[in-house]
Structures are given as structure tokens and as C-alpha cells.
């Protein structure tokens, strides 16, 4: 069964960090474009950062730019997003996504606040 399954989310501090992860099943994930996006209630989903097949090349959104960083380890066949400096901002859902099946996650809450 080809899925991704995203966790890693929760309550954070402003100025507090986490590490979402995304594991595939029924492919491998180093052989694609995989991406990070979120999504706030109202608001249409929003592209944060990507990864290209069979390269450690990456690509993030300004607003997370020097403050989120996107890798994947094939061993897992997972990709995690890491997430420092974290803002009331970046409070939203965040879902993983391979492109080319346009295959999504469940999505996983992330909530910064004090």
C-alpha cells in the first residue's frame, strides 16, 4: 500500500523546536520530490520546503528560510522536517507530500504558544 504517514507534531513554546517526520510505504522516498507544506484554518495549503530525487538539493519558502531544514534518511525511508525558531506563524497543520503520485499525509498539528 503506497501511503505517508506524518507525526512529530504537538505544543510548542515560541522560540522552541520540532522534528516532524513523514515515512513512506510502497515506494522510496529518495527517489522523489518530496515536500513539506501546511495549511491554516481559511487558508489554502502552503508550500514550505522541498527535496529532489537522489540529491541532498533543498528549497525552502522565505518564511521559513534559515529556520526549518528538510532532509530524508533511506534507511527509514522517512523525510523530517526540522523546525527551530518556531512563531505563533507556523502554527498549522503540516503535511508531507510526493509529487509526482500527488500522494498526502493525514497531516500533523504543530501549535506554538506560550
Known amino acids: 500500500q503506497v501511503q505517508l504517514v506524518e507525526s512529530g507534531g504537538g505544543l510548542v513554546q515560541p522560540g522552541g523546536s520540532l522534528r516532524l517526520s513523514c515515512t513512506a510505504s510502497?515506494?522510496?522516498?529518495?527517489?522523489?520530490?518530496m515536500t513539506w507544506h501546511r495549511q491554516t484554518p481559511g487558508k489554502e495549503r502552503e508550500w514550505v520546503a522541498s527535496?529532489?530525487?537522489?540529491?541532498?538539493?533543498?528549497n525552502y519558502a522565505d518564511s521559513v528560510k534559515g529556520r526549518f531544514t528538510i532532509f530524508r534518511d533511506a534507511g527509514y525511508n522517512t523525510v523530517y522536517l526540522q523546525m527551530n525558531s518556531l512563531n505563533p506563524e507556523d502554527t498549522a497543520v503540516y503535511y508531507c507530500?510526493?509529487?509526482?503520485?500527488?500522494?498526502w499525509g493525514q497531516g500533523t498539528q504543530v501549535t506554538v504558544s506560550s
Open positions: 507530500n510526493e509529487r509526482s503520485r500527488g500522494l
Open positions: 510502497g515506494f522510496t522516498v529518495s527517489t522523489y520530490i
Open positions: 527535496i529532489y530525487a537522489s540529491s541532498t538539493a533543498t
